[in-house]
């Protein structure tokens, strides 16, 4: 099976309208869902801003900051259509785009040519256990920093984590740190907010590659 046909296999069957919205993208509850939403929106000037959400699923993070009277300049990206037309129905004035932002030379770009974002964002995309997390982890991060005029915002889940689920991918914040290290000095960790959870503020101005 391809990356994409174990992200579909995975997300797909959780698409159901009687799931609660965190439940189909698989986070442990609305507010471990939420609590992420907020380190976002606490530590980085988000209105106003053009803001990506690599990874969008339902578009709750559109929700989330309408919630908090926060407006954006927003765009949703997901590779399931599933999930893209159901983001679409719940915020219809959101920018909703379906693709793969990581392998758009061969499928072709979601986004427009040249497109950058003050804010990119991504929460909770890489932890699904995929067999290659940690090789594909260096492109991934290069990408989004790529399309970040200002800041990338980067989640994922800690190797701390006391249960882990086989169908997840854990990481160690150092090893991360060191991979971002050639494309900027200055990252902000964030660790304190969830005890398996930790987000990386990197400034995408900073040394851009
Ligand atoms: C854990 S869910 C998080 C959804 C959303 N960020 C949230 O917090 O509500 C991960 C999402 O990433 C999407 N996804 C996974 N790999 C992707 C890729 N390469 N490109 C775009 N979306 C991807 C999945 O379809 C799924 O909707």
């Known amino acids: 099976m391809s990356r994409s046909q174990r992200i579909r296999h995975h997300y797909q069957p959780r698409i159901d309208d009687m799931r609660a919205n965190y439940d ?5 509850s609305a507010e471990a869902q939420q609590i992420r939403f907020a380190v ?14 690599v990874g969008c699923g339902l578009g709750d993070l559109l929700t989330f900051l309408k919630g908090r009277e926060i407006s954006t300049d927003y765009c949703g990206v997901d590779l399931l259509s599933e999930m893209i037309e159901s983001a679409r129905s719940r915020n219809p004035d ?6 793969d932002i990581f392998h758009a030379e061969q499928n072709g770009d979601p986004l427009g040519a040249n497109e950058l974002f003050d804010v990119v964002f991504c929460s909770g995309m890489l932890n699904l256990e995929l067999g290659n997390n940690h090789d594909f982890l260096p492109d991934a991060l290069k990408r989004m ?5 200002g800041h990338m915002v980067v989640n994922l889940l800690h190797t701390r984590t006391e249960k882990k689920y086989p169908h997840c991918t854990y990481y160690d914040p150092d090893s991360v740190l060191k991979i971002l290290k050639p494309f900027t000095a200055d990252v902000r960790l964030i660790d304190d907010y969830l005890p398996n959870d930790f987000t990386l503020i990197c400034n995408a101005a900073d040394g851009r590659q």
């Open 24 to 28: 189909v993208v698989d986070w442990a």
């Open 40 to 53: 976002l929106a606490d530590n980085l000037p988000l209105d106003g801003r053009t803001l990506l959400d």
């Open 94 to 99: 959101g920018r909703f785009v379906c693709g």
């Open 145 to 149: 920093m790529q399309l970040a005029s």
